[in-house]
């Protein structure tokens, strides 16, 4: 059973907009939650992570928010470029162990 | 340059014929790990080791074998490959505590088709 989900398969936004990507979970007992972006033919390549007792995390344009109530994680970027244009997979962890979304596929429209 | 390295990158094999895919980083990582992506499923986890001589399965160990005999390689080993092991197979590692933002490093992947 899936324990991480992402719900949306793919987002297209404008260039310079906002692009909001998101994930849901279903154990409450994960303590460090990521994002990688991947694209085609490479490894994914980490972006940014959040840890259970924080709610968002800031880096650069790239920003994340953990809503632990809702087992939501949200991520938010701002503004968005054509570079931007990959797969990214929120992840979560529990003790050494490590649970992947399906991947969102986000296309940035010049 | 600080890499994860994977071979061979493509493989067609035939049911039951044993195979390996090497793994091997030069980060000095203790914690390395073997995922595989397949479409509507994301990336699984399939074993992982936190050091030398100590791994553990992670989410779909079925049908898969990993040894850590030396701190940069972790071979991932399928002794009777089925169909069902097609996919696309990736490596990782990361310095331990696994809590940090060095987080892992992943290889180039591994296309394998199993015939």
């Known amino acids: 059973d899936q324990q991480v989900k992402q719900n949306s398969p793919s987002l297209s936004v404008q260039e310079g907009r906002i692009s909001i990507l998101n994930c849901d979970y279903t154990n409450s007992m994960f303590d460090y939650f990521l994002w990688y972006k991947k694209y085609p033919a490479e490894g994914p390549t980490f972006l940014i992570s959040i840890s259970s007792i924080k709610d968002k995390n800031e880096d650069g344009r790239f920003t994340v928010f953990l809503n632990k109530s809702a087992k939501h994680l949200s991520l938010h970027i701002v503004p968005s470029q054509p570079g931007d244009s990959a797969v990214y997979f929120c992840a979560a962890s529990v003790g050494n162990q490590f649970y992947f979304g399906t991947g969102t596929s986000l296309t940035v429209i010049p | 340059e600080a890499q994860v390295t994977q071979n061979p990158r493509y493989l067609i094999t035939v049911t039951g014929k044993k195979l390996t895919v090497t793994c091997s980083q030069n980060?000095?990582?203790?914690?390395m790990s073997w995922y595989r992506q397949d479409p509507g499923l994301g990336l699984r986890q399939i074993y992982y080791?936190?050091?030398?001589?100590?791994?553990d399965k992670g989410d779909v160990p079925e049908g898969y074998k990993v040894s850590r005999k030396e701190k940069r390689n972790f071979p991932l080993i399928l002794e009777s490959p089925s169909p069902n092991q097609t996919s696309l197979y990736f490596c990782?590692?990361?310095?331990?505590?696994?809590?940090?933002?060095?987080?892992?490093?992943f290889g180039p992947g591994t296309r394998l088709l199993v015939l």
């Open positions: 980060m000095n990582h203790e914690y």
């Open positions: 990782a590692s990361s310095l331990i505590p696994l809590d940090t933002q060095e987080t892992q490093y």
């Open positions: 080791s936190m050091n030398v001589e100590v791994t």
